[in-house]
């Protein structure tokens, strides 16, 4: 029932840059802020960015100034446009709802998608 297919992710050199697109099931998309998340090799998953229903954003200090998440409420998706890409942005990306705890909430993930930034 609940559905979050990512995709987009790849191998780019610093500097370069990415789109990933979430598509998420109506039920869930509906009715929530929606949010990218990352976890890195060897860390804890973390929050990059979070649009509410209403398109207003936030973003993870790590990622101001270089990534743009939008959404589109009719089509039930959500995207990460990700410029000026480090080594440090190397993760798993994962789309989900924003539960106000940074995703300790949530108990569903769907499969993510790989970004690795290497020269």
């Known amino acids: 029932q609940v559905q979050l297919v990512e995709s987009g992710g790849g191998l780019v050199q610093p500097g370069g840059s990415l789109r990933l697109s979430c598509v998420a099931s109506?039920?869930?998309?509906?009715?929530?802020?929606m949010a990218w998340y990352r976890q890195a090799p060897g860390k804890q998953r973390e929050l990059v960015a979070i649009i509410a229903t209403g398109g207003s954003t936030h973003y993870a200090d790590s990622v101001k100034g270089r990534f743009t998440i939008s959404r589109d409420n009719a089509k039930n998706t959500v995207d990460l446009q990700m410029n000026s890409l480090k080594p440090e942005d190397t993760a798993v990306y994962y789309c989900?709802?924003?539960?106000?705890?940074?995703?300790?909430?949530?108990?569903?993930w769907g499969k993510g998608t790989l970004v690795t930034v290497s020269s």
């Open positions: 989900n709802i924003d539960d106000g705890k940074g995703g300790i909430g949530v108990n569903y």
């Open positions: 109506g039920s869930i998309f509906s009715l929530n802020a």
